[in-house]
């Protein structure tokens, strides 16, 4: 059974930077294209970055192009979402999802397995 654990999220001011991690148990880390989502109150879920098997290949919705990184380290089964210059629309509960069959999806529903989720809230 894959589990994966949100950490990392909180209160940042505009402009500020947090870095979300994303920790995989129960199989095989590198079998699985890694995504990060997030939905905000009365908002549907959306996509924010995806990473490949590997990690060679990346994805990022555009508005979050040039402020966020996800990067991956197969052999500590983790997942990480590096978030610069972060604005008040970024806030939101992020989660990170697993995809075996798929790399860089864009949509929630090829994603087999989800983390818990974590607040991020930018505010002054």
């Known amino acids: 059974q894959v589990q994966l654990v949100n950490s990392g999220g909180g209160l940042v001011q505009p402009g500020g930077s947090l870095t979300l991690s994303c920790e995989e148990s129960g199989d095989t880390f590198s079998n699985y294209a890694m995504g990060w989502f997030r939905q905000a109150p009365g908002k549907e879920r959306e996509f924010v970055a995806a990473?490949?098997?590997?990690?060679?290949?990346?994805y990022y919705a555009d508005s979050v192009k040039g402020r966020f990184t996800i990067s991956r380290d197969n052999n500590k089964n983790t997942v990480t979402l590096q978030m610069n210059s972060l604005k008040p629309e970024d806030t939101a509960v992020y989660y990170c999802a697993a995809d075996r069959y798929y790399s860089g999806s864009f949509s929630a529903r090829t994603y087999q397995y989800w983390g818990q989720g974590t607040q991020v809230t930018v505010s002054s």
């Open positions: 990473i490949s098997w590997g990690g060679a290949d990346t």
